[in-house]
């Protein structure tokens, strides 16, 4: 696989210390995103990691907004979302 969960997730400077990234763990990650998460920028960062590993379930935390994620994202979250969108791939 090109790319995996954690790789993706660590590359988000919010997301470093999110639930339920190594071993990745979906339910704990989302339960973070919902909470926790530190900041705006993290909860779309988080609602991203999740479009990514399934854009048909409607996450707790919300979906994700590319408009509302450009506009908060500060220049190392959307480097991050940029090397995804040069080569994206899905789990």
């Known amino acids: 696989m ?3 969960m954690d790789e993706l997730i660590l590359s ?3 997301l470093g210390q999110a639930e339920g990234v190594c071993p990745w763990d979906e339910r704990r990650f989302a339960a973070w995103a919902c909470g926790p998460a530190p900041s705006h ?3 779309c960062a ?3 990691v999740l479009s ?3 854009s048909k ?3 707790k935390c919300g979906a ?3 408009m509302e994620a450009l506009g908060c994202w500060d220049d190392e979250h959307r480097a991050a979302f940029m090397q995804w969108v ?3 791939w899905w789990p």
């Open 64 to 66: 994700f907004d590319l």
């Open 41 to 43: 920028g993290a909860r």
């Open 57 to 59: 379930r409607q996450w």
């Open 12 to 14: 988000f400077p919010t």
């Open 52 to 54: 990514v590993w399934n």
């Open 46 to 48: 988080a609602r991203f």
């Open 2 to 4: 090109p790319g995996c």
């Open 86 to 88: 040069r080569a994206p």
